[in-house]
C-alpha cells in the first residue's frame, strides 16, 4: 500500500538514479516496517525548472512524499524521513535544503490492494488479508511469507 511519490524541477534524473531512488525508497520502506515488497510503490514526476517555487523564487527541489498505512509510530515515520532525505541527497548531489520530505498516514479503510481494502494494523487482521490476496493471486503471492506486521 505504501505510495512514493517523488517530484522534481530543474534536476533531470538519470535512470539509474530513479532506479536508486526506487530501490532505496522500497528497501527503507520495508526495512523499517517489514512491508512486503510488492506492495511498496514509487512513482516520478519530473517538472521543468520554472513550475516549482521555494519562497516565492524558482529553485532546483526535490519533493518525496510518501502515503503510509496508519498505525506506523512516530519514531519509524522519523526514521523514514531521515533515511529517504539521505538517500535524495546522496543519489543527486542536491543540497540539503533543496529536499522535502513529506510522509503521510493514511487510514487503512482509505487503500485498497489488488481489490482488497487494507487491514487494521493488528496481527489477525493482516493475517487474514494476507491470506485473502493468496487466495485470490496465488500466483504472486502463494507460498510468499506474511510478516510479522504489515
Known amino acids: 500500500m505504501p505510495v512514493y511519490q517523488c517530484v522534481t524541477a530543474g534536476i533531470d534524473l538519470t535512470e539509474n538514479q530513479r532506479e536508486r531512488i526506487a530501490t ?3 528497501t527503507i520502506h520495508h526495512e523499517e516496517t517489514n512491508a ?4 511498496i ?5 519530473p517538472l521543468p525548472l520554472g513550475l ?4 516565492g523564487k ?3 527541489s526535490i519533493i518525496i512524499t510518501g502515503g503510509i498505512r496508519y498505525g506506523r509510530g512516530e519514531v519509524t515515520r522519523r526514521r523514514i524521513m531521515q533515511r529517504l532525505h539521505e538517500l535524495a541527497v546522496e543519489t543527486t ?4 535544503d533543496h529536499v ?8 487503512n479503510g482509505w487503500a485498497m490492494e489488488a481489490g482488497i481494502l ?7 487482521a493482516e493475517a487474514a488479508w494476507f491470506q485473502a490476496l493468496a487466495d485470490k493471486l496465488p500466483e504472486r503471492f502463494a507460498g510468499a511469507t506474511q510478516p510479522t506486521t504489515l
Do not use: N
Open 100 to 107: 522535502l520530505i513529506v510522509v503521510s498516514d493514511t487510514p
Open 52 to 55: 516549482m517555487y521555494t519562497a
Open 93 to 96: 548531489g542536491s543540497p540539503e
Open 36 to 39: 512486503p515488497e510488492p506492495f
Open 58 to 60: 524558482v529553485e532546483p
Open 24 to 26: 532505496g525508497i522500497t
Open 118 to 124: 487494507m487491514p487494521e494494523p493488528f496481527p489477525e
Open 41 to 45: 510503490r514509487v512513482a516520478f514526476q
